[in-house]
């Protein structure tokens, strides 16, 4: 709003991301079902997250790879906000509504704590309409806000259930430091 400022918004080769962990008991215990990933994915309003919370300043991506990248490839899955389907999917992964509107399966209720950095308010953010968009399936999620070196040091240790964070990509288009067995910032699984 200020006079003879023009904000001009250009796209970047980044992309936030929410990542579930199975590095721990507990995280393969949640997690470890394909339909209970796919069930927070189809949970998550990630259009009014872009459109709304981030002002349309962003575009929901299906993938890493950049639209202008010649290795982008428009057939990949895609996770459309659903609640339905997310709830059918936990349903059939055995994840039944308690009593108190929270899912559970086998005395373990679906209460995931998502780790973040205390200070990162885009992230604190999402995850707070991400919280939202949970609550409404039967998901119950928590914070873990830390300092950035604390945040650092619990993800590199797999110690942690979910996060939401931003990753920006170099010229070469290879991904393998993030998601091949080994990769250097593969803190999701250890293969």
Not at 118 to 133: A, E, F, H, R, Y
Request: aromatic share 10%.
């Amino acid at each position: 709003g200020l006079p003879n400022y023009t904000t001009i918004i250009v796209p970047q080769n980044s992309w936030q991301h929410f990542d579930m962990s199975i590095g721990t008991e507990r995280g393969k215990k949640l997690f470890s079902d394909v339909r209970v990933r796919q069930a927070l994915f189809y949970a998550i309003d990630r259009a009014s997250i872009a459109n709304g919370a981030l002002e349309g300043t962003v575009t929901v991506a299906d993938t890493v790879t950049q639209l202008n990248s010649p290795y982008y490839d428009p057939n990949v899955m895609k996770y459309p906000y659903d609640p339905a389907k997310a709830k059918q999917l936990l349903d059939d992964a055995g994840w039944k509504v308690g009593a108190d509107g929270i899912r559970e399966k086998d005395g373990e209720k679906m209460s995931i704590t998502a780790l973040l950095v205390s200070t990162d308010s885009i992230g604190k953010l999402v995850l707070q309409i991400i919280q939202q968009n949970f609550k409404a399936v039967g998901v119950d999620l928590k914070f873990d806000p830390q300092e950035s070196a604390a945040r650092s040091k619990i993800w590199r240790s797999f110690m942690w259930e979910v996060t939401v964070s931003r990753w920006v990509t170099g010229a070469n288009p290879s991904i393998t430091n993030l998601y091949a067995c080994k990769g250097s910032n593969n803190m999701t699984v250890q293969c």
